[in-house]
């Protein structure tokens, strides 16, 4: 049985104690129970998302300038670098008219001059 269960089961009980202070705690205990209840829901799906950046941070590999994602025998990408090292978002990069890679979010390159 879980804790909401419990304040739940204790609340019922002492309306029948009819102490009407006895009442309001255990009201008030219930309430902090639920906002508990709800804090560690958001904690735990906080903890999950940091786990998951974590996972793919020890999968990333920097190569031609962007990263990728190391599989068991291929590698995933190219993903932007500064989407991850700024956000930690993995925004993967698209190709554009001249075969060159973009990032959705940064837009196009900037056109290449020659030097010479
Ligand atoms: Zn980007």
Same mark, same amino acid.
């Given at each position: 049985?879980g /804790? !909401?269960?419990?304040a739940k089961?204790?609340? &019922?009980?002492? &309306?029948?104690?009819d102490? /009407?202070? =006895?009442y309001?705690? /255990? =009201?008030?205990l219930?309430?902090?129970? /639920?906002?508990?209840?709800?804090? +560690?829901?958001a !904690?735990?799906?906080k903890?999950?998302? =940091?786990e998951?950046? =974590?996972? @793919?941070k020890?999968t990333l @590999?920097?190569?031609? +300038?962007?990263y990728?994602l190391?599989?068991?025998?291929s590698e995933? #990408? $190219?993903?932007?670098?500064?989407?991850w090292d700024?956000?930690q978002? !993995? @925004?993967?990069k !698209?190709?554009?008219?001249?075969d060159r890679w973009?990032c $959705?979010t940064h #837009?196009?390159?900037s056109?290449?001059?020659?030097i010479a």
């Amino acid at each position: 049985m879980g /804790i !909401l269960d419990t304040a739940k089961d204790a609340v &019922q009980l002492v &309306q029948k104690i009819d102490n /009407i202070e =006895l009442y309001k705690e /255990i =009201l008030n205990l219930q309430s902090e129970a /639920i906002k508990l209840v709800s804090e +560690n829901t958001a !904690l735990k799906e906080k903890n999950r998302v =940091l786990e998951d950046k =974590l996972r @793919v941070k020890d999968t990333l @590999v920097f190569k031609d +300038n962007s990263y990728w994602l190391k599989r068991e025998d291929s590698e995933d #990408g $190219p993903f932007c670098t500064l989407c991850w090292d700024k956000d930690q978002k !993995l @925004v993967r990069k !698209l190709m554009d008219d001249n075969d060159r890679w973009y990032c $959705p979010t940064h #837009g196009k390159p900037s056109p290449v001059f020659s030097i010479a």
